[in-house]
């Protein structure tokens, strides 16, 4: 089955400072795609990032990259240069080839310190 | 840039009434979505969306629940006799395909509070 494991419930950053946010997946599919959505304080879900499973490529986006290593099953979102505006709860998602849902993470909670 | 919209952003109602929550996917996507969110938890995915059906469902979308495209751009989620258990955000998605490649996009949801 699929699961997605985000182990850090919140995490408190110096402004401008990179951070890491960790996301472990499961699934038994080989084709699958994984998604990192912010969730500020208002409550909408804003895509930030895209990884499908056959890319070479760790996938990039501005100041977010998706550290793939699809080995360990791990998909670690980095935000460089981090900026107030960044905090919010992070979703790590991902979705299979046989399946319309994206599951989602329980969520990490980002909160950027002036 | 397009986006999906959502009305209305919060709605109260009483228990055991009907409610349907409205979206806009974007006007070029294919496959629509429903997901809630209870206060607090993670995002849980409601039900799928293509060719006017329904392609895949959870266990939560029960008897309780329908969908509908009644015309070419609105995509309606009715819930007959809301729960209190049902007050959550409830989040509308589109994507252009159906494969994981394609990215869904959110709408900004809308609270439900059921009293």
């Known amino acids: 089955a699929q699961k997605i494991t985000q182990t850090q419930p919140g995490m408190f950053v110096q402004e401008k400072e990179a951070v890491t946010l960790d996301c472990t997946y499961d699934?038994?599919?080989?084709?699958?795609?994984l998604f990192w959505y912010k969730q500020p304080s208002s409550g909408e879900m804003i895509f930030l990032i895209y990884?499908?499973?056959?890319?070479?490529q760790n996938a990039t986006e501005g100041r977010y990259s998706l550290n793939f290593q699809k080995a360990r099953k791990s998909a670690n979102l980095v935000i460089s240069a981090s900026q107030l505006g960044d905090s919010a709860m992070y979703f790590c998602a991902m979705r299979d080839d046989r399946d319309d849902k994206i599951i989602f993470g329980k969520g990490t909670r980002l909160h950027i310190l002036p | 840039e397009p986006e999906v919209t959502q009305t209305p952003s919060h709605q109260v109602t009483q228990m055991g009434q009907e409610v349907i929550l409205r979206c806009v996917p974007i006007s070029n996507h294919l496959y629509f979505y429903w997901y809630r969110q209870i206060l607090g938890q993670k995002v849980e995915f409601l039900v799928s969306?293509?060719?006017?059906?329904?392609?895949?469902k959870s266990e939560i979308f029960d008897d309780q629940f329908s969908v509908e495209r009644p015309d070419g751009s609105n995509f309606t989620l009715k819930i007959r006799s809301t729960k209190l258990e049902d007050s959550a955000m409830y989040f509308c998605?589109?994507?252009?395909?159906?494969?994981?490649?394609?990215?869904?996009?959110f709408g900004p949801g809308t609270r439900l509070t059921v009293t």
């Open positions: 699934t038994s599919d080989p084709s699958y795609g």
């Open positions: 969306f293509y060719n006017n059906e329904i392609s895949e």
């Open positions: 990884q499908g499973s056959y890319d070479q």
């Open positions: 998605a589109s994507s252009e395909e159906g494969t994981d490649a394609y990215e869904q996009y």
